[in-house]
């Protein structure tokens, strides 16, 4: 049997409340499907500043590259807001995702038919919402140089860099238009042409690359326009491809439209190499040691691994299939509650119940 090496980060927060379950899903899917799973841990974000200093210890680092897979819970707490940007928490999951060179990082959205109550939006609007966010990760104004706070003309100023190469813009288009051409054939572009100068060269770039994707719908979108039409008529679009901070921003849109930032998975894939599965949601201080969070955001970022990095598409397709059956038996945690009639449950029990599944 292949036994495969994931490498778990934790994190912070809700993290190993939310990834403790997870890995009991991809162990019972594993033995359902018919592999072998060998887990390692390691540290990333405030605990690793608590325990090492550094939100990346270059043990974590070396690890994770030897890893078929890397799942992580979260980052980032309010115990670490006062470090400056380069030792918070956060800076671990940037270096992470640079130093692993996770350039495409995808977020599906996916409204499960039950939920369409739970959506902030009306139910017809979202019922059914399948769409998918392709942002480019390792690159733009999270990593653009120069960027810092100084002096200058006696008052103190903060300024960031939004930069894109062709290079970095070819291939995250290439993604984009190939996962456009594994579904419906549409793909976006979303940018701000009209007044970036580095946007009309993101537009013209991606433009010339739909030359290769002649069969894919292109379209381009101003990112403002963007935000109001997902929250508009989402189901207009199939796959989006936009940098890294517009990504950042218009996938938490995209996560609300499916009822709960609570149940989006996603993806960061390197050219080659080892990919990164993460739970979107962030590492909820409010609720966490509750035992409420939502478990379903990593237990499909499981499935996310076992599609893209593991090559188990069967397992993949087992725990989709799963979390959409404890859903439709009504089942629900805290965030995504709607009628008084539902089950409500906390995290593993919420766990228990997609095994039960499986
Ligand atoms: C995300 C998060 C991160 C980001 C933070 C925690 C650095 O918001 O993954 O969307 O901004 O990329
Ligand atoms: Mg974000």
Excluded at 46 to 71: M, N
């Amino acid at each position: 049997m292949t036994t495969k090496n994931i490498f778990v980060l934790p994190g912070d927060g809700i993290g190993p409340e939310v990834v403790a379950p997870a890995l009991e899903v991809l162990q019972k899917v594993a033995s359902k499907t018919g592999f072998d799973v060998s887990i390692s841990e390691g540290l990333v974000g405030g605990v690793a500043i608590d325990a090492t200093g550094s939100p990346l210890p270059e043990e974590t680092v070396a690890q994770a590259k030897q890893a078929d897979a890397v799942l992580l819970g979260g980052v980032g707490g309010p115990q670490w807001d006062h470090l400056s940007t380069d030792k918070r928490p956060e800076k671990g999951l940037l270096g992470l995702r640079s130093e692993l060179g996770l350039f495409a990082n995808l977020r599906p959205a996916l409204a499960f038919g039950p939920l369409a109550q739970a959506s902030s939006l009306k139910p017809e609007l979202v019922a059914n919402l399948d769409i998918l966010i392709v942002r480019e990760l390792t690159g733009g104004i999270y990593f653009g140089e120069p960027r810092g706070i100084e002096t200058r003309a006696g008052q103190r100023v903060g300024f960031n860099t939004l930069v894109y190469s062709e290079q970095e813009i070819e291939r995250i288009a290439r993604v984009g238009f190939e996962l456009a051409q594994k579904r419906n054939g549409r793909l976006c572009s979303v940018d701000k042409a009209n007044v970036l100068e580095v946007s009309q060269l993101w537009r013209e770039v991606v433009t010339s690359v739909h030359g290769d994707y002649q069969d894919v719908e292109l379209s381009h979108m101003y990112v403002d326009n963007a935000a109001m039409q997902l929250v508009r008529t989402p189901k207009q679009f199939d796959v989006l491809v936009t940098g890294n901070m517009f990504g950042d921003i218009l996938s938490d849109v995209a996560a609300m439209l499916t009822g709960s930032l609570g149940m989006l998975p996603s993806a960061s894939l390197a050219a080659s190499g080892v990919g990164l599965y993460e739970p979107v949601h962030g590492t909820a201080p409010d609720i966490t040691g509750k035992g409420i969070a939502n478990p379903l955001a990593t237990i499909l970022s499981v499935a996310m691994m076992c599609r893209y990095s593991l090559d188990q598409a069967a397992a993949a397709d087992a725990i989709e299939v799963a979390v959409s059956a404890c859903l439709q038996d009504g089942y629900r945690t805290e965030d995504i509650r709607g009628h008084s009639k539902d089950q409500v449950v906390g995290t593993q029990a919420m766990a228990d119940l997609v095994m039960e599944k499986l």
